[in-house]
């Protein structure tokens, strides 16, 4: 029996060795990273942020890519609305695209349009315009995007819109997402910054921009610009 | 003689791990793997992917890895040693299932992963999973709107080990961060755990004080049970707690009116959809499909709840 018991603990005793040896052997050594630094205009050495492989993409392609393949595939606004109002699948099927078989539908469209109201003028996270299509008669036809805070619904309309962009080609679905944090940075950042909305209320518009639709509602009808010109402004 | 029933015991414990479906030889068989069904969420992974595999003509052997790599690694071995005809996993661990995905690979089994995603591509014919990070947005912004956009919260994540975890967390502070007074006065894990949520939560309430605290936001719905049931313990009636699955049992708590909503993921959609996929390869050698397959969830609320029922929508 003692003999059984020293055994026992001769053997606790090796496996405590061990795990002792497994645990401290455990160590990962990061390095500090390195921040890049450069001297701004102003003189003072400030850290480089490096940007995400998203917000990598965003920057290198938005010209050369993305702007180009919304304008070859921008559909007149006024036809596209009345196509998904009749049918928004066969719509999707001939000229949109989604990112899996349950998600909306995105579309690339273009139009001239005027500025009729300014919808939550009040709350800048949520502001919207609304518009009239030409040919012009007064009557609320959609609505554009104008604000901050770019709600689930219709965010991925640049990514999942201009039809190039694919999960497998990046790493999971976080980083997929991260292109359109990154797209609608770029069009907050470029696009809705040039105007204030308020001051847009009443001026005939041109734009480009992509639209994501479940049902082709008036509610619905909000198209994310990304190129905005006011007529005579 | 206690040796004797210390061996049955363990030969029962053994055989309990696998429920073995009809035993026809001549039929083929999927080996359904997934974690442990004490969470509703994965005896729907199980059930529901078993049911197509009897419907499309196989046998089916379903094994619990209950999150332990270990397990999940002895489920591939059985996998492989019964030849089966293709694996459904719901994985243990987005880096630790590559190896074993791997090893089936080189057996000619091939994997069909659902629910969970892999930092591999290539070796799985297909990763089908909800979309965390759209479900996440929902559910963030529906808690943003419960919340009138300002107050204290808490957040209570998943399990760091599992890929959804930083998913969602990183989908709701997408949403979350954009709205200056939000503020969230304590973040920690309870790794996907009702009691750990529990206890946990207690504890951020006293140090936090109830009145300090207007809502939690939970990666998952057993969690979310957990921190309702500590919440409502400690009187704080008009608490906004939101979770993620889309489980029965947050479902009946949102109709009471206690947890305010959560993320649907489809996922017995996903399960029989990984069957009909791996069908279609052990036919014709693919499936016609990208690897990487993302579903959408839904959000469900008090408008929707009544309609909800084991992680389906009725239409």
Redesign the interface.
């Given at each position: 029996m003692k003999n059984q018991k020293a055994v026992l603990l001769k053997w606790a005793g090796v496996v405590a060795l061990i795990a002792l040896i497994a645990f401290t052997c455990r160590v990962t050594i990061i390095p500090d990273a390195v921040p890049e630094t450069m001297v701004n205009a102003q003189g003072q050495t400030v850290t480089v942020q490096k940007l995400s492989k998203a917000e990598q993409y965003a920057v290198d392609n938005w010209d050369s890519k993305v702007i180009p393949a919304i304008k070859e595939r921008a559909v007149d606004m006024a036809v596209f609305v009345k196509d998904a109002e009749a049918d928004l699948t066969a719509t999707g099927l001939k000229y949109g695209n989604r990112?899996?078989?349950?998600?909306a539908w995105s579309f690339c469209v273009k139009g001239d349009v005027k500025v009729l109201d300014i919808e939550n003028a009040e709350k800048p996270?949520k502001t919207l315009l609304i518009l009239d299509l030409a040919p012009y008669d007064g009557q609320p036809d959609g609505k554009m995007f104008y604000g901050?805070?770019f709600?689930?619904n219709i965010?991925?309309a640049i990514r999942d819109g201009v039809g190039f962009l694919?999960?497998?080609d990046f790493e999971?679905?976080?980083e997929f997402?991260d292109l359109t944090?990154a797209f609608n940075n770029k069009v907050k950042n470029d696009v809705l910054s040039q105007h204030e909305a308020t001051d847009l209320k009443g001026k005939e518009l041109t734009f480009y921009g992509c639209i994501s639709l479940t049902d082709a509602t008036y509610e619905n009808l909000v198209v994310i610009p990304v190129e905005l010109a006011v007529v005579g402004g | 003689m206690k040796k004797i029933i210390a061996l049955v015991l363990a030969t029962l414990l053994v055989l309990s791990m696998f429920s073995v479906a009809a035993m026809a030889e001549d039929k083929p068989l999927i080996v359904i793997i997934t974690p442990s069904h004490s969470n509703p969420y994965f005896k729907t992974v199980a059930d529901a992917a078993s049911a197509k595999a009897t419907e499309l003509g196989y046998d089916f052997l379903v094994i619990q890895h209950d999150d332990d790599v270990t397990k999940q690694s002895e489920a591939f071995d059985t996998a492989i040693a019964r030849k089966a005809a293709a694996i459904i996993c719901d994985n243990a661990g987005a880096d630790a299932t590559i190896e074993p995905v791997q090893r089936a690979k080189a057996a000619g089994i091939p994997t069909f992963l659902v629910d969970r995603?892999i930092?591999s591509?290539g070796d799985a014919v297909a990763q089908m999973?909800s979309?965390?990070?759209?479900g996440a947005?929902?559910v963030a912004?529906y808690f943003v709107e419960q919340m009138g956009?300002a107050g204290n919260y808490v957040e209570l994540t998943g399990k760091e080990s599992d890929?959804n975890a930083?998913?969602r967390s990183?989908?709701y502070h997408?949403?979350i961060d954009?709205?200056a007074d939000m503020k969230m006065v304590e973040q920690q894990t309870a790794n996907w755990s009702q009691t750990e949520a529990y206890s946990k939560m207690e504890s951020i309430i006293q140090a936090q004080g109830a009145e300090n605290i207007k809502g939690v936001i939970c990666g998952n719905d057993t969690m979310a049970m957990g921190v309702i049931e500590a919440c409502l313990k400690a009187g704080m009636k008009d608490v906004i707690v939101c979770g993620f699955d889309g489980s029965n049992d947050v479902r009946d708590s949102i109709l009471r009116g206690e947890i305010k909503a959560t993320g649907l993921q489809?996922i017995a959609y996903i399960a029989e959809q990984a069957v009909v996929q791996a069908d279609a390869y052990i036919k014709n050698g693919k499936t016609d499909k990208?690897?990487?397959?993302?579903?959408?969830c839904v959000l469900i609320t008090k408008d929707n709840a009544a309609k909800l029922d084991n992680f389906a929508l009725a239409e």
């Open positions: 990112a899996n078989e349950t998600s996270n901050k805070v709600s689930s965010k991925n694919h999960l497998d999971n679905q976080v997402a944090t | 995603e930092n591509t999973v979309n965390n990070y759209q947005s929902l912004e956009e890929t930083g998913v990183k989908g997408d949403v954009q709205y489809p990208e690897e990487k397959q993302l579903m959408d």
